[in-house]
């Protein structure tokens, strides 16, 4: 059964490596460059404030100078049909770049694009051309580069193509060009962090730039913590900002959530960043968290996100913090393992639980009327559960657990999520003689 949660939506969740809407390009294609007619391309984060993966989140704000609307499709990447994008000088594409795109010009360096630089970064190829160029340019192209996209760098940010030519510069600039672009971030970092195209430029950023400069952007999210994390591009820059940022830094975001940290763990990218909370952040900082998870478990273990976070603290949590969790599911793994969220928790609890606390997990199934274990064997989730104590019960604990099905195997069959669990028992049984301890009744 699955244990981990892919809610990521436009992304990719536990690792957050993005994927690009099908009609443009992936600036991680690059290679030598060699230029060939435009073809259709794919494309595609402690001081505490407030607190489905589904798509029901309203678009984010107009950004300053913006219509708030998505960016037009074009002919040259999104197919037959689409307007291409004009220059914003003179109202037609520079000579230059249509001769470039047209596959007019074999040979072509920085140099020469002189004066068309932000024309180049706003289209498809060009904007690869540039990224590609300034891995390995001299200071002085790179210097011209960056003097000429620096006026247009909020509408860069912002734009499909061109927000890659920026995040290049983060990631190659030199620290004064770093400095530079982190001044034109200022009063933006909370609206960008919310837009499609910004808040990948802001999370490059974060893991680009030193901490001093980390300081200066994060700390611009401060009082925007919990809408962040609640949009679907927001939680990302907030992710990243517990991954990459010192902790002390980080007060701002747990604090955020005091009392809020039961409406965090059931949302779908609230549990993503209570994870990399209790990943990253210190241990005075995760107790503070960890306290209302715990008041809130039993919930949260039946919960469509919730059931995460408490398989997270089963998984990096202190034995202390383990057994408490474990607490809550004692007496209860029966009916839980039945529980289409719950029997993930069990599982996990199974695992990480310490050789007493899962002897007495095994145990209530051992003890459990001959119905239950029935029951839960025939489940589609609780046998899952069952296969879990198999593999890793103690000897005796497993040899109780066959003698007690052996009997019902030929019904079991007949079962669909049964037979994983026949199959199992069959194979831990195969080479034992009739009289053998692990198929006898007289071994109990």
């Known amino acids: 059964m699955s244990t981990q949660l892919d809610i ?11 994927t690009y809407p099908s009609e443009e390009y992936s600036p991680t294609s690059l290679s030598s460059f060699s230029y060939s007619p435009p073809q259709s391309l794919s494309w595609d984060i402690p001081s505490y404030s407030s607190f489905d993966l589904t798509s029901k989140h309203s678009p984010p704000p107009p950004l300053p100078g913006s219509t708030g609307s998505s960016p037009p499709r074009r002919a040259g990447a999104g197919g037959p049909g689409g307007q291409r994008r004009k220059s914003l000088g003179d109202g037609k594409r520079c000579q230059l770049l249509e ?69 290049k510069f983060f990631e190659f600039g030199t620290i004064d060009q770093k400095a530079t672009l982190v001044d034109r971030l200022h009063g933006h970092v909370p609206s960008l962090s919310l837009h499609t195209y910004g808040c990948r ?88 968290l960890l306290k209302e998870i715990h008041l809130h478990a039993d919930q949260l273990i039946a919960d469509n996100y919730g059931n995460y976070v408490v398989q997270h603290v089963l998984e990096k949590g202190r034995p202390e913090q383990k057994s408490r969790i474990i607490g809550v599911i004692r007496g209860r793994v029966v009916s839980l ?10 599982e996990k609890c199974i695992v990480h639980a310490s050789r007493h606390e899962r002897a007495g997990l095994i145990d209530e199934l051992c003890s459990a009327p ?28 497993r040899k109780m657990l066959i003698y007690r099905l052996r009997p019902h195997l030929p019904t079991l069959r007949k079962f669909t999520y049964a037979k994983h669990i026949v199959n199992k028992i069959e194979r831990l049984s195969k080479g034992s003689t009739s009289g053998s301890p692990l198929l006898s009744p007289t071994y109990f």
């Open 201 to 288: 430029v802001i999370q490059k950023a974060i893991e680009s730039v030193p901490p001093y400069l980390q300081a200066e952007i994060i700390n611009e999210l401060d009082g925007f913590v919990l809408k962040s994390i609640r949009d679907q591009n927001g939680n990302h820059v907030i992710q990243k900002c517990i991954e990459c940022v010192d902790p002390p830094l980080l007060t701002f975001i747990i604090v955020s959530f005091k009392g809020q940290v039961y409406d965090m763990a059931t949302h779908p990218y609230g549990c993503r960043v209570i994870q990399r909370i209790l990943e990253h952040c210190t241990a005075q900082q995760t107790d503070l």
């Open 99 to 167: 001769d470039f795109r047209n596959g007019r010009v074999t040979t072509i360096d920085l140099a020469d694009v002189q004066g068309h630089v932000v024309d180049f970064a706003k289209d498809q190829h060009g904007s690869r051309f540039i990224q590609q160029k300034l891995e390995q340019c001299s200071d002085e192209d790179k210097d011209m580069v960056f003097s000429e996209i620096l006026p247009a760098s909020y509408s860069l940010i912002t734009d499909v193509f061109g927000n890659y030519v920026i995040q």
């Open 8 to 18: 990521l939506g436009s992304h990719n969740m536990y690792n957050n490596v993005f």
């Open 337 to 346: 393992s039945q529980h289409k969220f719950a029997s993930n928790v069990v």
């Open 370 to 397: 001959e119905g239950a274990i029935l029951t839960m064997t025939k489940d589609q989730f609780a046998n899952y559960v069952v296969q879990k104590m198999l593999d890793i019960a103690e000897p005796s604990q």
